[in-house]
């Protein structure tokens, strides 16, 4: 079995977020980038899988600029096979992103995608589901447990209630979530190793995906600021503090 | 356990920074064949580089000619400086000292700039490795540095195993490079274990704080580069400052405190918070709002504690050796030459080390550092002397026929109560970060809590007995990020170490004056994220 996995390049969760002066974005210049956490999860899992013997190779899909390469050698050296690059120098959307999985889907004929549930830029938590449906596959989402037996995976889910277990006939579409694994630390000798391994390059306009925008942003802000706090000195002081304020 | 994995190559580098890479990039224009990695603790390239930073761009152009057809993202080119002597409510414009005239220089982010140079040097073929700490130096049969060994990834707090865990692998090499920057981890071992300081003074550092600030449009002249001294310092401590107008409506200002101050009460980090309070930079910067900050230790021994910077197997550049220029308040064209020539001196020798030490001691790096040896240390006696001694040493080239002597900046400190404590006028602060917790924020720092604390303190016994009775525990003070702190709890008052915080400065290895502190690299990749420090 073949399995896919989205890798997307997010700004690193340890960066203090900034938004640009002219609310027109947020800052990416000098900005750590890393892979979204729940990507490295994905593909930690399609690794797992090869290992035990249920997946044969595990392909890693970016889309995104020229140096996105880069990033996609990570997901080599982290194990994957090969890696396949969609170049193209715009963010694309959620159903954008779903259109081109599907056209990756139809060429590479997976057992088996595995996605972040969402990415942690714009947390949309959709491509997963668009893909699915666009495929007309099964989908299994927030997996914190995956079991692959007889053409079927076994999916743990957790949800508000507790967790609950779905079975999903292949190929079908899984997302994770944050306990599924904990993905390991890559190694030296193997970021020399991906050196030498494949990464396909389609042009986005090559795929034949429509490339319309559904969603158009406005402006973006940062959240208001906390104003200063105001020390009192006993409860006397803050009862009538809170009543001043019609707080009380 | 199985065995370690090795990987060869002729020419290991410890650190991405201007010296290494600039070594890297040098020696792959000269012998393209030769097989040279980077390796950075940092989880990205310039992560964890701080400084102010202006250059001269000298070493620059003879590294990479066209470089200024494709300047790195922050490259402002100096118009004005200027010069004040500081007081609490104002002071005064002095004439420019010449070793400050930045007349052709540019303003850089130092990080920016190795974020840029890096690719370079991956173009050149050297295979750079950013996320992967040096823990050990490792040796061969006959005692010569063979290479470096990475730390372990995936070990919990208590030194057992966690599921993740995976060995670091050995890099052997027929030279190790070390380009760590100041007090450099490896390169403290390497000075002890070939005795590289008996014929040299012992080295001083300064601590430097900085932030990069937003501020609202209008305010900044680009290109204009201000320092200061006086005022928050007390006369007997060395401190300056720097603000540098950037672009895009950015301001980068720092302040320095020589480690060789004496007041065991004395607060680097609150020095330089009161220097932003100061009416003549205040107003730049009400309103804006801090992008990021941290704090490194500066290398400030100059000539005479400059370390013999070649051994069997490796040698020492740029920082780690000791090479900044004190009254220049600049290194990285030290750094970049140090790299440069390394690189050609192993061009030429077969990768042979020796002879590098004469070399560079030989060399334009050297001379410079020669003239103004004495301007640094003059300031040990006060403020007034060391401005008299600065002129004299400025006006005759360093012509003088004596040294001043350096001594280590932890034997410094007075005991409490053994000198009067200075006066320190400080006001009431009102620009952010509030205190070191907040401002440790905008360093972004990251470190598993569960991994080994990379902070060792030989015996903590001392701290809440000897220290706190002759010295009051000034790693609380010293420490920018807040990392010591004594608790009390059931058991009595202890020293906790919050190292998730540490910014990886390297003060407390510097300036504990019981020389018990030992800071050893952490996790590779953890440590601060600075963007554009």
């Known amino acids: ?19 640009k002066p002219d609310g027109t974005g947020v800052v990416t210049d000098g900005v750590k980038l890393s892979a979204n956490p729940f990507d490295d999860i994905a593909l930690e899992e399609a690794l797992r899988l090869r290992e035990r013997g249920v997946a044969e190779e595990v392909v890693v899909v970016g889309i995104g600029p020229a140096d996105l390469t880069a990033h996609l050698r990570n997901g080599l050296a982290m194990g994957a096979n090969r890696a396949i690059h969609v170049v193209t120098p715009e963010a694309v959307q959620p159903l954008t992103a779903a259109r081109v999985f599907l056209k990756l889907v139809e060429k590479e004929q997976p057992g088996l995608v595995i996605l972040g549930k969402q990415a942690i830029d714009d947390d949309a938590n959709q491509t997963g589901q668009m893909l699915a449906a666009l495929w007309d596959r099964p989908q299994a989402t927030f997996a914190s447990k995956l079991e692959i037996a007889d053409g079927k995976a076994t999916v743990t889910r957790e949800v508000d209630a507790g967790l609950e277990v779905i079975e999903a006939e292949l190929p079908a579409v899984v997302t994770t979530d944050l306990r599924l694994n904990e993905p390991r630390f890559i190694k030296l000798p193997d970021i020399m190793k991906a050196k030498s391994k494949p990464i396909d390059t389609i042009e986005f306009a090559a795929l034949g995906v429509e490339a319309h925008d559904h969603l158009r942003t406005t402006r973006y802000a940062a959240p208001p600021k906390r104003s200063r706090g105001v020390m009192v000195k006993d ?6 503090m809170l009543r001043q304020k019609g707080l009380l | 356990m199985s065995e370690r994995e090795t990987m060869e190559y002729d020419v290991v580098v410890v650190g991405a920074g201007p010296a290494g890479l600039s070594f890297a990039i040098r020696l792959k224009q000269l012998k393209p064949d030769v097989g040279v990695c980077v390796i950075e603790k940092a989880s990205t390239i310039g992560a964890q580089i701080l400084s102010g930073a202006v250059i001269e761009p000298q070493p620059l152009d003879a590294l990479l000619p066209g470089w200024r057809d494709n300047p ?41 700039m190795c974020a840029w140079l890096a690719p370079q040097a991956e173009a050149l073929g050297v295979d750079v490795f950013p996320g992967f700490a040096a823990a050990d130096n490792i040796y061969d049969e006959r005692g010569a540095v063979a290479g470096v060994r990475i730390g372990d990834m995936g070990v919990a707090k208590d030194g057992s195993h966690k599921p993740g865990y995976t060995q670091g692998i050995d890099i052997r090499a027929k030279v190790t490079v070390l380009a760590e920057g100041a007090r450099g981890s490896l390169t403290k071992q390497l000075v002890k274990r070939f005795q590289l300081d008996k014929d040299s003074d012992p080295q001083g550092y300064s601590i430097g704080i900085k932030e990069l600030w937003q501020v609202p449009a209008g305010r900044v002249q680009p290109g204009k580069i201000v320092h200061s001294f006086g005022w928050p310092a007390d006369s007997r401590t060395y401190g300056g400052s720097f603000l540098y107008h950037l672009d895009k409506d950015r301001i980068a200002l720092g302040y320095v405190s020589g480690l060789d101050y004496t007041d065991p009460n004395y607060q680097p980090w609150e020095a330089f918070q009161q220097w932003k309070n100061h009416p003549s930079v205040k107003p730049l910067l009400e309103g804006g709002s801090i992008l990021s900050a941290g704090a490194r230790a500066i290398v400030t021994g100059g000539w005479q504690s400059l370390p013999k910077v070649e051994m069997p197997g490796a040698l020492l550049i740029g920082d780690t050796a000791g090479l ?27 990768l042979d080390p020796a002879g590098f030490d004469a070399k560079l001691r030989g060399s334009e790096v050297m001379a410079e550092l020669k003239k103004v040896r004495n301007i640094k240390p003059g300031f040990k006696k006060g403020l007034w002397w060391g401005m008299l001694n600065a002129a004299w040493e400025t006006a005759t080239g360093g012509a003088s026929p004596w040294t001043l002597k350096n001594k280590a900046d932890w034997s410094s400190l007075h005991k ?75 058991a009595g008052k202890r020293l906790q170490i919050n190292a998730a915080n540490c910014v990886h400065c390297k003060t407390c290895d510097i300036k504990d004056p019981y020389q018990i502190i030992d800071w050893v690299p952490p996790e590779g990749g953890s440590g601060p994220n600075y963007q554009n420090l």
């Open chain 1, 1 to 19: 079995m073949k399995i896919l996995v989205g890798y997307k390049r997010v700004v690193d969760y340890n960066v203090r977020i900034q938004v």
């Open chain 1, 235 to 240: 409860a006397a002081e803050l009862v009538a």
């Open chain 2, 72 to 112: 790195p993202p922050i490259c402002v080119p100096a118009t004005e400086d200027e010069f004040w002597l500081l007081t609490r409510t104002g002071g005064r414009k002095l004439p420019v000292p010449p070793g400050m005239n930045n007349h052709g220089n540019f303003i850089v982010s130092l990080g920016a």
């Open chain 2, 324 to 350: 900044l220029n004190v009254p220049k308040v600049k290194g990285t064209h030290q750094a970049i030459r140090s790299g440069m020539l390394a690189a050609e001196h192993l061009a030429a020798s077969g």
């Open chain 2, 416 to 490: 409490l109560g053994e000198c009067e404590e200075p006066r320190r006028d400080y006001v009431q602060r009102e620009l952010p970060p509030r205190d070191r917790l907040a401002g440790v924020y905008f360093a972004a720092t990251e470190h598993d809590e569960d991994q080994p604390v990379h902070l060792h303190v030989a015996d903590t016994s001392i701290c809440v007995t000897r220290c706190a009775e002759e010295y009051g525990n000034p790693c609380t003070r010293f420490c920018p990020a807040s990392v010591y702190e004594i608790v009390q709890d059931d």
